[in-house]
Each structure stands twice: as structure tokens, then as C-alpha cells.
């Protein structure tokens, strides 16, 4: 019965007021008139009394029956699934402390009496030293503190780390020993306070399954906030525009939409989409650094258990190359135990519940640490990957999360607009855990367990930060244009959420599997007029998935991007190296990058035929030479002379369709495609021209009609989307039914991300790219 009212606690912006609640009282009770004690008298004036214990009867003997039906091996987990473990206690105890008279603790038992160290890497053992453990062990400049519990070896050791048994842990006077389980990761509390007992400014909080990237905590976590050691750099943060948008899924920010963190509510799963924008803060106040792992990241069961085969490991992996990305107050983010830095500034935000169960105890820790950092005017910020962590293949137990699973949608709700008149940080973190088991969170028992904590805290010399102004309290400012930073997250391979998903992305996939079987052996040659550096990867992340390979042709070479050198006046002397490098291509494709191919429209187009762009009249046009300028003039002489020295079926095929020698025939030659079969001729013909200075508009549109009569073309381009100029990238001039479109100006990745959502109305399967 607790259990069910627990869920159905109003949701509430203040905290009640402590003091006893006192019943009315009623004088007329006290002297009500005597009445008569026939039986149908006293049942007719006791019926709702009756009718009470009548009900309370018959819920115990429910109860007893679920008990021995499940001991009998009936399902009572199934019936009960989705009761919270915690026990809601209505009026908790709230603790009286003298925050003036705590006595000092110090290290008087271990030979660790004098040791001091700023950087303490804090992790839980119940077993034998795991390799991962010892490569941390070998990090400079931290200090591994391993905690034991009840599980652990009693032989335990690793040369060069602190290691606090359980009969250490009894005898080092910190109050919160008493309420700590003996047989749980919990324990870590008693590590951090001996942390901070013996210099600790920065607390890595890990478990012993992880290792770290690179084997530099540093490399990927700000460790230093201030001083010279401090990157000086401001910080995506996530936008507070919209006031309905509690918590985030940071997974999709580091590549993975279809991926949740422990913790996520579940109701908050099927949120894919990545933001519309982001804001900057400036660093230097992220408290608390939550770092992403890669291979096995801190995911809950039903995710564990719903997303693989039960025998095969899990081996995700996140965006190294995303930046880090702050939360601002009023949106919170899950918060484990796992892979977690925490600054001096954050350390009271350390403790683990005790009365929840072990699987909910960092998360809930995180929401809670996370809604107080903002009264210190803190943040916290998730870091890309900064640990691989193995999957062992081991159970996720659900009935471990149901404390998640049931109540942290509601508890974010409630944090957020949890208020505190409190004038000390420790006062109001005291009374917001009493708030908490006042609404069902966690039980009285976490309340004296803060209370001891604190109490710690102050003993091993901790100072409490000051309080800042809360910003949720204060009109917000508008978000401007300028203020708004777009970064379109990558979407890495994983699996997809739900069923009607899966079923439209597996007819896309269908499509590429298709494009890619058509042209899977056709080459890509692209000359990039625009900055290679800010583009070629991009065409080849787009051209890539569906041609045998992406060639890209610049006027200045890049080595490191795999990009060639070749003049666009004279491309096409370029060709006849690459048709000899990739003699088992099927077909040579050639593509400017101020024209967009449509792939998906060119299925139908027969691969053994040339193509090109002969009927589309602004592309292929005739020139008088007469009354013309030199360049002209210069240009017809110039084909004259290959075209006297053609091998004679080139040269017939050429004569029959120019017919006029007293014009120039120039295509702007944007996309053109050669097949193998042509290979040869072309080769020929590019060897006729020499080192004849014919331009490249000049020498295609005298090439095509050799190697073949343009009767005999594929007019695939003939309904390509073809204009001179048009002032700048427009959606209504793109159409994905066509099979090319021209012009189109892509000069940076933001120009990119636009023409690939366009695109994706025709390969929808595009924007898993940004």
C-alpha cells in the first residue's frame, strides 16, 4: 500500500515545513449525548468502520498469498514490477546538528597518516586486481584509493595503490560507516572522505572494468580549472530556450541516437532528434565532468537486454571528435560512477544513497548533486570518450532499476523546481534530502546518512562552497541569432529503436544495397574547385557509400586528405591515368562539384552508353567562330588539328555529326560519364591533343562525338535541373525526381549539412550522416 501511494505523491515546488502537523480538536466530541447499544444501532453508526477493517483484512491476505505464491515459483516479480523498493516515509526525522562544534578527524590508524595528494582515482574491489585497474594504477600524478567490501579477496593487493578494507574502513571514525551495507560499491563513500582527508582536490570516481584512453586522464578531462594548467576555452552548452526540456540523452550528441544512458527515463527514449542549437558558456565551473565509454557504456537492462543477442558482447562506440557539451540549470543529464570527475567545489555531491538499490544509487546521487551544483553556480559537462569499458556478459538485474524505472521522471520534475531559503550549502542539501524521503525518493535512512556525511565532510576539514544566485530564478536572457552555435551530431552505426523504425529503415537499406549494386564498380572523379579541406571528406562520406571509389582532382594537391592535383581548365588529361589504375572498373563518372548527383535517379541509365549532357541546351551549345574572339578562333584551329589526325572511326563518327566547321561546339562538361568499353578511345584521343593548350569545354564536347554518334548517348541527363546562375542555394530550385542539378555551391560543412538534408527526401538514409 506504501509502495502504490508513493507513486501518487503530488509533485511539489516547496519543501514542507518540518514541524509536526497537530489535529484539530473538537470539544463536542467529548460530551456527545449517550446513546443506545442495540447491535443493529451499532453496526448502522459503525458501518464505515466495518467496512475499513474489512479491507485492511483482505489486502494482508493478498499479500500473503503473492508471498507464498512466489515461494511456490510463482511469478510475484511480474505482478509487482513495477512497485518501487523504497519504503515512503511521510514524516522523517529531520536531523539537529551543531554545524559549530564538529571535532576535526584525522588519520591516526594507517601508515597513509602523513601522505598528501591532489588527484585520487576511487574505485570499488570484490575481486582480485583487474588488469584495467592496474593500467590505472600506472597513471602519473594520481592516486589509486581501492575500497573493499564484503566480496573482496582478503589477500587483496596492488603494489603502489591505498587500499581500505573493511576493518580499516571500521576503525577511521567517520560517522557515515554505520549506515553504509557491507556487501556494496556504496562503500566508496568512506574512499572519498579519506580522499579528502589526505589533499584530494580532484576525486576520478571509476569502476575497475574500464581503460582509460591512452592512459591519460588529462588528455580528455579538464583536470585543472584555473591556473596555467587550465584550457581557457568556453564550452557548447545545450539550450535553455525551451523551459519543458528537463533531460537530455548526451548520447546523441556523441554519435548515438538509438543508445540511452542508465538513468534516462524511459518516457525520454524515443527522443532521437539533435538539437536545433546550441549556446556557449565559458569553462572553468564544470564541477563535475561526466565522461562517454566506449564498448560497454553505462547503459540499463532493458536496454541490455532488448538490443543484442543474450550471448554476444556489446562494442559501441562514441564520437572522440565531438566537443564536450555543458548542461545549463534547469536541464539535468544522467550521472554514474563509472567514468565521473569531480572538482573540490563538488565533492559534498559525492554521496551515495544508501537505501536505494545499487544499480539506482549513482543516478540518483547524480540528479540530486546535479539540481544543488547550480546553487554554487557549478555545471556539469559530458566529455567524449574517455574509457573503454569490456562487456563481461553478465546479468542486468531489473528488479536492481525499478527505482529508476518508476520514479526518476518524476524526481527530475522535482528537482527542477525544488526551491530553499537556506542561507548555507549545507543546509540546504540537508533539507532537500529530507525532502526527498518526504516524497518517496529515498527513506529516512538516507536522511541521517546525509547528515553524517556532512558531518564528515567538515571533519576531515572540507570547506562548504559559497552560494550563487540561482539563474532559474532570474528572466532568462533571449537566445540572438549570433548567440545560436549549430553542430549536427554524427549518427554511428548501431541498432534502431522501435519496430515501425526498423521496418523503414530496412527498405532504405534495401535502396543502398541496390545503388550500391549498380554502381559498386563505378569510379568517381571529382574536381573540387572550392576549399578541398573544408569538403572532400564530406563528398566522400556522400559519394562514398555508393560508388567503388571517390577520386578527388584539385588545383593544389593535399596529401593528407588523399586529394590529387589536376587544373579544371585541362581535366581531362587527368582521366586517362585513372581509367589505367582502375582497369576493372566498370565506368568512369566525372562530376564537378557545383552539380549534384541525384545517384538514385540514374538506375535506369545504361552503363555501356556514354553520357552526357548534349540535350540540355544552356550546357551544349554551338559557337559561331565568325566575327568571334581569338580565343575562339584559336580554339577551332586547335580541333581541326587533332581531328585531321583521328584514327579513321573517330574521325567518321566525328564528321557525321559536326557537320558545321565554321562553329565551335563547347559543353561545360559538369558531369559526363565514360564506360570501359570507351576507356581505350578516349585515352587516344587525349593523346592526340598533346600538349595542345585545348580547354576542357572545348575538348569533351569533340571527344564525345568521336567515340561514338550522340544517337547512341544515354540521354539520362536530358531532364537534369540546369541553370546559368541563380543568386544562391535555394530549395525550391533543388528537385530530388531529377537525375543532376546545377549550379549548387558547397564551400563548407554547414553548406554540406544543408544540400544533405535536402537530398535525404531522396535517400532518406542521408541523415544518419549529420
Given at each position: 500500500?506504501?509502495?502504490?501511494?508513493?507513486?501518487?505523491?503530488?509533485?511539489?515546488?516547496?519543501?514542507?515545513?518540518?514541524?509536526?502537523?497537530?489535529?484539530?480538536?473538537?470539544?463536542?466530541?467529548?460530551?456527545?449525548?449517550?446513546?443506545?447499544?442495540?447491535?443493529?444501532?451499532?453496526?448502522?453508526?459503525?458501518?464505515?468502520?466495518?467496512?475499513?477493517?474489512?479491507?485492511?483484512?483482505?489486502?494482508?491476505?493478498?499479500?500473503?498469498?503473492?508471498?507464498?505464491?512466489?515461494?511456490?515459483?510463482?511469478?510475484?516479480?511480474?505482478?509487482?514490477?513495477?512497485?518501487?523498493?523504497?519504503?515512503?516515509?511521510?514524516?522523517?526525522?529531520?536531523?539537529?546538528?551543531?554545524?559549530?562544534?564538529?571535532?576535526?578527524?584525522?588519520?591516526?590508524?594507517?601508515?597513509?597518516?602523513?601522505?598528501?595528494?591532489?588527484?585520487?582515482?576511487?574505485?570499488?574491489?570484490?575481486?582480485?586486481?583487474?588488469?584495467?585497474?592496474?593500467?590505472?594504477?600506472?597513471?602519473?600524478?594520481?592516486?589509486?584509493?581501492?575500497?573493499?567490501?564484503?566480496?573482496?579477496?582478503?589477500?587483496?593487493?596492488?603494489?603502489?595503490?591505498?587500499?581500505?578494507?573493511?576493518?580499516?574502513?571500521?576503525?577511521?571514525?567517520?560517522?557515515?560507516?554505520?549506515?553504509?551495507?557491507?556487501?556494496?560499491?556504496?562503500?566508496?563513500?568512506?574512499?572519498?572522505?579519506?580522499?579528502?582527508?589526505?589533499?584530494?582536490?580532484?576525486?576520478?570516481?571509476?569502476?575497475?572494468?574500464?581503460?582509460v584512453i591512452d592512459n591519460d586522464i588529462g588528455k580528455h578531462f579538464d583536470v585543472e580549472l584555473i591556473g596555467e594548467g587550465a584550457r581557457q576555452e568556453?564550452?557548447?552548452?545545450?539550450?535553455?530556450?525551451?523551459?519543458?526540456?528537463?533531460?537530455?540523452?548526451?548520447?546523441?550528441?556523441?554519435?548515438?541516437?538509438?543508445?540511452?544512458?542508465?538513468?534516462?527515463?524511459?518516457?525520454?527514449?524515443?527522443?532521437?532528434?539533435?538539437?536545433?542549437?546550441?549556446?556557449?558558456?565559458?569553462?572553468?565551473?564544470?564541477?563535475?565532468?561526466?565522461?562517454?565509454?566506449?564498448?560497454?557504456?553505462?547503459?540499463?537492462?532493458?536496454?541490455?537486454?532488448?538490443?543484442?543477442?543474450?550471448?554476444?558482447?556489446?562494442?559501441?562506440?562514441?564520437?572522440?571528435?565531438?566537443?564536450?557539451?555543458?548542461?545549463?540549470?534547469?536541464?539535468?543529464?544522467?550521472?554514474?560512477?563509472?567514468?565521473?570527475?569531480?572538482?573540490?567545489?563538488?565533492?559534498?555531491?559525492?554521496?551515495?544513497?544508501?537505501?536505494?538499490?545499487?544499480?539506482?544509487?549513482?543516478?540518483?546521487?547524480?540528479?540530486?548533486?546535479?539540481?544543488?551544483?547550480?546553487?554554487?553556480?557549478?555545471?556539469?559537462?559530458?566529455?567524449?570518450?574517455?574509457?573503454?569499458?569490456?562487456?563481461?556478459?553478465?546479468?542486468?538485474?531489473?528488479?536492481?532499476?525499478?527505482?529508476?524505472?518508476?520514479?526518476?521522471?518524476?524526481?527530475?520534475?522535482?528537482?527542477?523546481?525544488?526551491?530553499?531559503?537556506?542561507?548555507?550549502?549545507?543546509?540546504?542539501?540537508?533539507?532537500?534530502?529530507?525532502?526527498?524521503?518526504?516524497?518517496?525518493?529515498?527513506?529516512?535512512?538516507?536522511?541521517q546518512f546525509t547528515a553524517a556525511w556532512l558531518q564528515d565532510l567538515l571533519a576531515v576539514g572540507y570547506q562548504q562552497p559559497r552560494l550563487m544566485s540561482?539563474?532559474?530564478?532570474?528572466?532568462?536572457?533571449?537566445?540572438?541569432?549570433?548567440?545560436?552555435?549549430?553542430?549536427?551530431?554524427?549518427?554511428?552505426?548501431?541498432?534502431?529503436?522501435?519496430?515501425?523504425?526498423?521496418?523503414?529503415?530496412?527498405?532504405?537499406?534495401?535502396?543502398?544495397?541496390?545503388?550500391?549494386?549498380?554502381?559498386?564498380?563505378?569510379?568517381?572523379?571529382?574536381?573540387?574547385?572550392?576549399?578541398?579541406?573544408?569538403?572532400?571528406?564530406?563528398?566522400?562520406?556522400?559519394?562514398?557509400?555508393?560508388?567503388?571509389?571517390?577520386?578527388?582532382?584539385?588545383?593544389?594537391?593535399?596529401?593528407?586528405?588523399?586529394?590529387?592535383?589536376?587544373?579544371?581548365?585541362?581535366?581531362?588529361?587527368?582521366?586517362?591515368?585513372?581509367?589505367?589504375?582502375?582497369?576493372?572498373?566498370?565506368?568512369?563518372?566525372?562530376?564537378?562539384d557545383d552539380t549534384i548527383l541525384n545517384y538514385w535517379n540514374l538506375l535506369q541509365a545504361d552503363k555501356t552508353k556514354l553520357w552526357i549532357t548534349n540535350?540540355?541546351?544552356?550546357?551544349?551549345?554551338?559557337?559561331?567562330?565568325?566575327?568571334?574572339?581569338?580565343?575562339?578562333?584559336?580554339?577551332?584551329?586547335?580541333?581541326?588539328?587533332?581531328?585531321?589526325?583521328?584514327?579513321?572511326?573517330?574521325?567518321?563518327?566525328?564528321?557525321?555529326?559536326?557537320?558545321?566547321?565554321?562553329?565551335?561546339?563547347?559543353?561545360?562538361?559538369?558531369?559526363?560519364?565514360?564506360?570501359?568499353?570507351?576507356?581505350?578511345?578516349?585515352?587516344?584521343?587525349?593523346?592526340?591533343?598533346?600538349?595542345?593548350?585545348?580547354?576542357?569545354?572545348?575538348?569533351?564536347?569533340?571527344?564525345?562525338?568521336?567515340?561514338?554518334?550522340?544517337?547512341?548517348?544515354?540521354?539520362?541527363?536530358?531532364?537534369?535541373?540546369?541553370?546559368?546562375?541563380?543568386?544562391?542555394?535555394?530549395?525550391?530550385?533543388?528537385?530530388?525526381?531529377?537525375?543532376?542539378?546545377?549550379?549548387?555551391?558547397?564551400?563548407?560543412?554547414?553548406?554540406?549539412?544543408?544540400?544533405?538534408?535536402?537530398?535525404?527526401?531522396?535517400?532518406?538514409?542521408?541523415?544518419?550522416?549529420?
Amino acid at each position: 500500500m506504501e509502495n502504490s501511494t508513493q507513486i501518487l505523491v503530488q509533485d511539489r515546488a516547496k519543501p514542507k515545513n518540518n514541524q509536526p502537523r497537530s489535529r484539530p480538536f473538537s470539544a463536542s466530541n467529548r460530551f456527545s449525548e449517550t446513546k443506545k447499544l442495540d447491535f443493529s444501532t451499532w453496526v448502522s453508526e459503525n458501518l464505515y468502520k466495518i467496512i475499513t477493517i474489512f479491507l485492511l483484512i483482505t489486502t494482508v491476505a493478498a499479500l500473503f498469498f503473492l508471498r507464498n505464491y512466489g515461494a511456490a515459483g510463482g511469478d510475484t516479480a511480474t505482478l509487482l514490477c513495477l512497485q518501487s523498493t523504497q519504503s515512503h516515509s511521510i514524516h522523517p526525522k529531520f536531523p539537529v546538528i551543531n554545524w559549530n562544534s564538529i571535532p576535526r578527524i584525522v588519520d591516526k590508524i594507517t601508515p597513509f597518516a602523513n601522505f598528501r595528494s591532489e588527484k585520487w582515482i576511487v574505485v570499488s574491489v570484490s575481486f582480485q586486481p583487474s588488469d584495467s585497474l592496474r593500467k590505472m594504477n600506472s597513471i602519473k600524478g594520481w592516486q589509486v584509493l581501492a575500497v573493499g567490501n564484503s566480496k573482496t579477496p582478503k589477500d587483496w593487493s596492488l603494489k603502489g595503490a591505498i587500499y581500505l578494507s573493511l576493518e580499516i574502513q571500521a576503525q577511521l571514525g567517520f560517522r557515515v560507516v554505520d549506515y553504509l551495507p557491507y556487501d556494496s560499491y556504496v562503500r566508496k563513500s568512506v574512499g572519498y572522505l579519506f580522499a579528502i582527508q589526505h589533499g584530494a582536490k580532484k576525486i576520478y570516481d571509476v569502476d575497475d572494468r574500464g581503460d582509460v584512453i591512452d592512459n591519460d586522464i588529462g588528455k580528455h578531462f579538464d583536470v585543472e580549472l584555473i591556473g596555467e594548467g587550465a584550457r581557457q576555452e568556453v564550452i557548447l552548452q545545450y539550450s535553455h530556450e525551451n523551459p519543458n526540456k528537463t533531460v537530455v540523452n548526451p548520447y546523441i550528441h556523441f554519435g548515438q541516437r538509438s543508445v540511452w544512458p542508465r538513468g534516462l527515463p524511459l518516457e525520454n527514449v524515443g527522443e532521437i532528434g539533435h538539437e536545433e542549437f546550441y549556446t556557449e558558456v565559458f569553462g572553468g565551473r564544470q564541477f563535475i565532468q561526466q565522461g562517454i565509454s566506449n564498448g560497454l557504456p553505462d547503459v540499463d537492462s532493458v536496454f541490455y537486454f532488448t538490443r543484442k543477442p543474450v550471448l554476444e558482447a556489446f562494442d559501441i562506440r562514441f564520437d572522440e571528435h565531438a566537443p564536450k557539451v555543458a548542461l545549463p540549470q534547469g536541464t539535468m543529464v544522467p550521472v554514474n560512477s563509472f567514468n565521473t570527475i569531480f572538482h573540490s567545489s563538488a565533492f559534498w555531491g559525492l554521496m551515495l544513497p544508501v537505501s536505494v538499490s545499487s544499480m539506482a544509487s549513482d543516478v540518483l546521487r547524480g540528479y540530486w548533486a546535479q539540481r544543488l551544483l547550480w546553487e554554487v553556480g557549478g555545471y556539469v559537462v559530458v566529455y567524449p570518450p574517455t574509457v573503454h569499458r569490456y562487456d563481461r556478459i553478465e546479468a542486468y538485474p531489473f528488479s536492481e532499476e525499478k527505482d529508476l524505472h518508476v520514479n526518476v521522471g518524476r524526481l527530475i520534475k522535482f528537482l527542477v523546481g525544488w526551491r530553499s531559503d537556506k542561507h548555507r550549502l549545507f543546509e540546504k542539501i540537508l533539507e532537500l534530502s529530507y525532502v526527498m524521503a518526504e516524497e518517496g525518493f529515498w527513506t529516512e535512512k538516507d536522511v541521517q546518512f546525509t547528515a553524517a556525511w556532512l558531518q564528515d565532510l567538515l571533519a576531515v576539514g572540507y570547506q562548504q562552497p559559497r552560494l550563487m544566485s540561482l539563474e532559474l530564478d532570474r528572466p532568462r536572457a533571449n537566445i540572438g541569432h549570433g548567440d545560436k552555435k549549430e553542430f549536427i551530431p554524427q549518427k554511428l552505426p548501431s541498432v534502431h529503436l522501435g519496430v515501425e523504425e526498423i521496418g523503414t529503415v530496412n527498405y532504405e537499406i534495401g535502396n543502398l544495397i541496390h545503388w550500391r549494386k549498380t554502381f559498386g564498380n563505378v569510379v568517381l572523379i571529382m574536381f573540387c574547385s572550392g576549399p578541398v579541406e573544408r569538403t572532400a571528406l564530406e563528398w566522400r562520406l556522400l559519394y562514398g557509400r555508393i560508388f567503388k571509389t571517390v577520386i578527388i582532382l584539385s588545383g593544389q594537391k593535399n596529401v593528407d586528405l588523399a586529394v590529387e592535383e589536376g587544373q579544371l581548365d585541362h581535366a581531362y588529361k587527368y582521366l586517362p591515368k585513372l581509367f589505367n589504375r582502375y582497369t576493372s572498373a566498370e565506368g568512369f563518372l566525372f562530376l564537378q562539384d557545383d552539380t549534384i548527383l541525384n545517384y538514385w535517379n540514374l538506375l535506369q541509365a545504361d552503363k555501356t552508353k556514354l553520357w552526357i549532357t548534349n540535350k540540355v541546351s544552356e550546357s551544349w551549345t554551338s559557337v559561331s567562330i565568325a566575327g568571334n574572339s581569338d580565343w575562339f578562333v584559336k580554339q577551332a584551329d586547335l580541333v581541326k588539328k587533332v581531328v585531321a589526325t583521328m584514327p579513321v572511326h573517330l574521325q567518321v563518327n566525328y564528321k557525321e555529326t559536326i557537320k558545321d566547321q565554321q562553329s565551335l561546339t563547347i559543353c561545360n562538361s559538369e558531369v559526363f560519364y565514360v564506360p570501359r568499353r570507351f576507356a581505350t578511345d578516349f585515352i587516344d584521343l587525349v593523346n592526340l591533343v598533346g600538349d595542345l593548350d585545348i580547354h576542357h569545354k572545348v575538348a569533351i564536347p569533340m571527344f564525345f562525338p568521336a567515340l561514338d554518334l550522340p544517337q547512341n548517348f544515354d540521354p539520362v541527363f536530358s531532364s537534369m535541373v540546369y541553370k546559368q546562375n541563380i543568386p544562391s542555394n535555394s530549395t525550391s530550385f533543388y528537385s530530388a525526381e531529377v537525375p543532376a542539378v546545377h549550379p549548387w555551391n558547397v564551400s563548407s560543412e554547414q553548406d554540406f549539412i544543408k544540400l544533405i538534408r535536402i537530398m535525404a527526401s531522396g535517400d532518406p538514409l542521408l541523415m544518419e550522416l549529420v
